[in-house]
T-cell receptor
């Protein structure tokens, strides 16, 4: 069964704590992305990775870190430097190149709440 | 600044009517365009993509692209209450595996 999985579904963070959100895909997609969505707002790009062992900052990378050690996995760490982390976090991946742009597919999301 | 603009809505249509959702984008060189549907509390799911000028039909959905005017639209025929969701337009401003730029979405409400 192919797809993108994210865990956990809900995550609670205490003050000053780092937390890691998991994203795994078995679609053989080259690129993976992390977005943040706040209530009533659009999707904002945090980080993306086009190939293993390489990643680029998006529009709101401050307070977040990522790694891409395997093609299938792209975990996101929300550090204590992120002062307002409460949001819905979405992981996406995109298909191999077509030359006309890439279709992105989303995982089910992780909702992060601050205690 | 690469932008994608959508009316936030809500757009209310009666059951059985045609819902028309519109999106404009800022870069004339954009190549590919996508429509996603997002139900409340869920992640976006892809409905359609379109690359060429004109219409593309898939069931009750039709995507329309006009590159000269820099707009893309989504028509939903025979709207159902289950179509009530936020519809998000996305544009690929680059080539290869570059991130899409997303609009903020239009909330559609289909009234039974």
């Amino acid at each position: 069964d192919g797809g993108i999985t994210q865990s956990p579904k809900y995550l609670f963070r205490k003050e000053g704590q780092n937390v890691t959100l998991s994203c795994e895909q078995n679609l053989n997609h080259d690129a993976m992305y992390w977005y943040r969505q706040d209530p009533g707002q659009g999707l904002r790009l945090i980080y993306y990775s086009q190939i293993v062992n390489d990643f680029q900052k998006g529009d709101i990378a401050e307070g977040y870190s990522v790694s891409r050690e395997k093609k299938e996995s792209f975990p996101l760490t929300v550090t204590s430097a992120q002062k307002n982390p409460t949001a819905f976090y979405l992981c996406a991946s995109s298909m191999p190149g077509t030359g006309l742009g890439e279709t992105q597919y989303f995982g089910p999301g992780t909702r992060l709440l601050v205690l | 600044q690469k932008e994608v603009e959508q009316n936030s809505g809500p757009l209310s249509v009666p059951e059985g009517a045609i819902a028309s959702l519109n999106c404009t984008y800022s870069d004339r060189g954009s190549q590919s365009f996508f429509w996603y549907r997002q139900y409340s509390g869920k992640s976006p799911e892809l409905i359609m993509f379109i690359y060429s000028n004109g219409d593309k039909e898939d069931g009750r959905f039709t995507a329309q692209l006009n590159k000269a005017s820099q707009y893309v639209s989504l028509l939903i025929r025979d709207s159902q209450p289950s179509d009530s969701a936020t519809y998000i337009c996305a544009v690929n401003y680059g080539t290869g595996n570059t991130p899409l730029v997303f609009g903020k979405g239009t909330r559609l409400s289909v009234i039974a």
